[in-house]
């Protein structure tokens, strides 16, 4: 029987942040289209990496005391 955590899985990823995606490929696509999307493909794979570890990354200081909120940091390329 599906879940909670199925739920967040299959509406992943949500339209805001698929329009925050577009908009820095684009702004980086406009120098350079292959770094655009090696960019792209890095966040995604990141943020898949997710899944077995969803207590991978630092807790947001904003959000406290919230424990489930987490910040993942993607740099490098």
């Known amino acids: 029987m599906p879940g909670a955590a199925d739920a967040i899985i299959s509406s992943w990823p949500p339209a805001p942040v ?3 995606v577009a908009h820095i490929r684009n702004y980086i ?5 292959r ?3 090696r960019w792209v493909e ?5 943020a898949e990496s997710l899944a077995p ?8 200081p904003k959000a406290a005391p919230r424990q489930d909120i ?8």
């Open 18 to 20: 698929l329009a925050d």
């Open 29 to 33: 696509a406009a120098d350079s289209r």
């Open 35 to 37: 770094y655009a999307a």
């Open 42 to 46: 890095h966040v995604f794979e990141a």
């Open 53 to 60: 570890f969803p207590e991978q990354g630092r807790l947001v």
């Open 70 to 77: 987490r910040e993942l940091i993607v740099q490098g390329l």
